[in-house]
């Protein structure tokens, strides 16, 4: 079986402060690790992903995130946050598996 | 544009009627899902068909059925709608391969359902 946890269901950033959403998964095998962005009344779009290789990936719109397989974690980060950068934004596991399993989301709000 | 289209994009229900929400994919994807998406819960999964020819339960398949038309079509029926299946509802698709889950899906922009 595989989870997600994400921390903190709301985070508000100021413009140009870092941004960073937090990530826990649980899987019995080596995962597949997404992030996923969603602007309001739209779809989800891929922002990154880690499947082997490089544990810091690096994504579209400026974000990364790093695998770090001993605390079970895959955080997302963004060195200077942008008005643009309002969203919500899950995390999602696969373990070898055709399903994905997302977390409960975490909704970002710029402050001007 | 190449992608995952779902229709209708609203709906409203009265409490037991039936509908079919629609979905097709143009991007010759092996794998095909549909996810409910309420607030707080994240997605979760209701059917998927990992091929042309299966379906498979996800977690929340009650209320629901599902046919896997041919590899680019994958339809959700709700046969007697309850105020509970209000929800926004998203198709996805995945071309998995070999490597099932590596790859991540493509999603379509949502059907938002209301059941009153």
């Known amino acids: 079986a595989q989870s997600v946890t994400q921390l903190g269901s709301h985070v508000s950033v100021s413009e140009g402060a870092l941004v960073l959403l937090r990530c826990n998964y649980s899987?019995?095998?080596?995962?597949?690790l997404f992030w996923y962005v969603q602007y309001p009344n739209q779809g989800l779009q891929l922002l990154l992903k880690?499947?082997?290789?490089?544990?810091l990936v690096k994504g579209i719109n400026g974000f990364e995130a790093e695998f770090k397989k001993s605390e079970t974690s895959f955080h997302l980060t963004k060195p200077s946050a942008h008005m643009s950068d309002a969203a919500e934004y899950f995390c999602?596991?696969?373990?070898?598996?055709?399903?994905?399993?997302f977390g409960a989301g975490t909704t970002v709000t710029v402050r001007a | 544009n190449a992608g995952v289209t779902q229709t209708p994009k609203f709906q409203v229900l009265k409490t037991g009627q039936s509908m079919t929400l629609q979905c097709a994919q143009d991007?010759?994807?092996?794998?095909m899902y549909w996810y409910r998406q309420d607030p707080g819960m994240g997605l979760r999964l209701i059917y998927y068909?990992?091929?042309?020819?299966?379906?498979d339960k996800g977690e929340v398949p009650n209320g629901y059925n599902v046919s896997r038309l041919n590899k680019r079509e994958f339809s959700l029926r709700l046969e007697s709608a309850a105020p509970s299946q209000t929800s926004v509802y998203f198709c996805?698709?995945?071309?998995?391969?070999?490597?099932?889950?590596?790859?991540?899906?493509?999603f379509g922009s949502g059907t938002r359902l209301t059941v009153v």
């Open positions: 996805a698709s995945s071309s998995q391969g070999l490597q099932p889950g590596k790859y991540g899906y493509t």
């Open positions: 899987s019995s095998v080596p995962p597949y």
């Open positions: 880690y499947t082997t290789g490089a544990t």
């Open positions: 999602a596991v696969s373990s070898n598996d055709y399903k994905l399993s």
């Open positions: 991007m010759n994807h092996n794998s």
């Open positions: 068909s990992a091929s042309e020819g299966t379906t």
